[in-house]
């Protein structure tokens, strides 16, 4: 089992920042990779950014070159998300999801942390 505890969510003005932060614990030995997803009121669960062990990264087109996803260099088990200039279309729950395969999404989810961007 892996479990992750998101933090760092909160309420910003449109063009903030704002840095989300997961942390991976239990059979870490597991992981291939970690990253977001997040899921607006009344539409589906969509990817945001993946990172791999390996340091390749996947992100959505909405959120390039404004978000970056990075890991803890020491030990790799915890996730960031950089979010920068964000958008009111940027709210939503953002969820750290992570595990091993291949296959996306990851079989490992956390609680789930709310990013509210205000106009």
């Known amino acids: 089992q892996v479990q992750l505890v998101e933090s760092g969510g909160g309420l910003v003005q449109a063009g903030g920042s704002l840095r989300l932060s997961c942390a991976a614990s239990?059979?870490?030995?597991?992981?291939?990779?970690m990253g977001w997803y997040r899921q607006a009121p009344g539409k589906q669960r969509e990817l945001v950014a993946i990172?791999?062990?390996?340091?390749?990264?996947?992100y959505a087109d909405s959120v390039k070159g404004r978000f970056t996803i990075s890991t803890d260099n020491a030990n790799k088990n915890t996730v960031y998300l950089q979010m920068n200039d964000l958008k009111p279309e940027d709210t939503a729950v953002y969820y750290c999801?992570?595990?091993?395969?291949?296959?996306?999404?990851?079989?490992?989810w956390g609680q789930g942390t709310q990013v509210a961007v205000s106009s």
């Open positions: 999801n992570g595990g091993g395969g291949a296959t996306l999404p990851y079989h490992y």
């Open positions: 990172i791999t062990r390996g340091g390749s990264t996947i």
């Open positions: 239990g059979s870490i030995f597991n992981i291939n990779g």
